[in-house]
């Protein structure tokens, strides 16, 4: 698929939107990318895991990790595709970690999954994580970039759809000071975008 055919996906699911969003990174913006309304239609699902795979899977990863909650759906569909093992990182004491009894082996090639970056810092959390229970981290990977490729993880990577979208120090930003309020996605339904977002 192209980015555009992606994008078109998006669309048609309404997750582009627009409003006041704080992000899982602290920061703000005024769009937001809610994978949510793509994920859960579970055709769709498959069909972006592959299409992710097919980018990434080159790499003789044996298991895909991603952080939840968003990531869960991705790194199983990614995994699917690749016909490895999908685990998922939480956070315990404020530090992502695997729990469950989920392992890795000593040195097993793993690829961490996401379904946004935006900073990396989840995603490079996970992959501090992965290390952490002995795993190595080969590639990373996620549906949606909207950094504009700008987010270093120090690793091969690659994502379906890269968007340049602004974000917003809190303490600098425009719709702040503009006194719209602020919400966290998935809080309240918000605008539906127009396209804007991809320019």
Request: net charge negative; aromatic share 4%.
């Amino acid at each position: 698929m192209t980015e555009d055919q992606i994008l078109d996906v998006f669309r048609r699911h309404h997750a582009l939107l627009e409003g006041h969003f704080i992000l899982s990174s602290g920061l703000h913006s005024d769009r937001y990318i809610q994978c949510a309304l793509v994920l859960q239609h579970p055709e769709v699902a498959e069909q972006l895991g592959r299409e992710l795979a097919a980018k990434i899977g080159h790499t003789g990863a044996t298991a895909v990790v991603a952080p939840a909650l968003g990531g869960v759906l991705v790194a199983h569909e990614v995994a699917r595709a690749l016909g490895v093992r999908a685990l998922f990182t939480e956070r315990q004491d404020g530090r992502m970690t695997l729990r469950r009894g989920f392992t890795l082996e000593a040195g097993e090639p793993t690829i961490v999954v996401e379904d946004v970056i935006t900073t990396g810092g989840s995603t490079l959390e996970t992959i501090r994580a992965v290390e952490e229970a002995g795993g190595k981290v080969v590639a990373a990977g996620s549906l949606v970039d909207r950094s504009g490729g700008s987010a270093d993880l120090g690793l091969p990577r690659a994502a379906l759809l890269t968007l340049t979208v602004q974000n917003y120090d809190p303490a600098q930003c425009p719709l702040c000071r503009a006194g719209l309020q602020a919400v966290k996605p998935g809080s309240r339904t918000a605008g539906r975008d127009t396209g804007a977002t991809a320019n």
